[in-house]
């Protein structure tokens, strides 16, 4: 990931950065674990390396500066972004559940709210999540892979809502699970039609004598 315009961040003992890649909690404790220095065969591109690990979830970060003043340019992995062609409820209950990976219980069911919120979207307003995830599928919204999907995130999240017993408490993992299928559902729902209507618009408006204009 690049580091926003106007951002410093220092390669140092520990990385300063808002939130930890894998689990998400907000000031993460990123401790240096292991330092190195690498450049081409050809001698260019010379960079300092560091690789922290997160307090919290035991996650690893990899940080990469600029060898002359240790300023981070690039850091791995690349954090989850919430795409703002996703309607506003869905997209914030989304962006909760991003943040708040490091309380699974709590983010398993801010992504079922999202999934029904989406649902909701595409017009399944009456019944329960069960009903409207039953409806898009019988009218071919969802496939049936995606609507079990989308009933799996229901069923875990119902059991947090009920404190099922039976159940096990879920982990930071099931939260990272959710967050590939959610986000894209979210891409399947709203983000891939949206950019094919703007392709067909850039298409459409395009200057016939200027056949490079798309």
């Known amino acids: 990931m690049s580091i926003k315009t106007g951002t410093l961040i220092k390669l140092d003992q520990s990385l300063k950065i808002d939130r930890c890649p894998h689990c998400y909690i907000y000031k993460p404790t990123l401790s240096q674990i292991f330092s190195a220095q690498t450049q081409a065969d050809n001698k260019s591109n010379s960079r300092l390396w560091g690789v922290y690990k997160c ?6 970060v990899t940080a990469g500066a600029n060898p002359h003043n240790n300023v981070v340019h690039e850091i791995f992995p690349v954090t ?6 996703i309607p506003e409820r869905p997209r914030e209950y989304l962006k909760q559940a991003v943040e708040t990976t490091f ?4 983010s398993l069911m801010l992504y079922a709210s999202s999934v029904d919120a989406m649902l909701k979207e595409k017009g ?6 069960y009903s409207r995830i039953k409806l898009a ?4 919204i969802l496939t049936e892979d995606m609507g079990e999907w989308a009933h799996k995130v229901r069923l875990e999240a119902n059991d947090q809502r009920h404190s099922d017993y039976a159940s096990p408490l879920p982990t930071i993992q099931d939260a990272e699970n959710c967050i590939q299928f ?5 891409d399947f729902l709203f983000v891939l039609p949206n950019k094919i209507h703007e392709s067909i618009d850039k298409i459409e408006n395009a200057d016939p004598s200027t056949p490079d204009s798309i």
């Open 124 to 129: 399944f307003e009456k019944g329960n999540l």
């Open 80 to 85: 989850e972004t919430v795409n703002e062609a």
């Open 55 to 60: 307090s919290q979830c035991g996650g690893l």
């Open 182 to 186: 959610v986000k894209a559902l979210a």
């Open 137 to 140: 599928i019988d009218s071919h």
């Open 103 to 106: 309380a699974p219980a709590g």
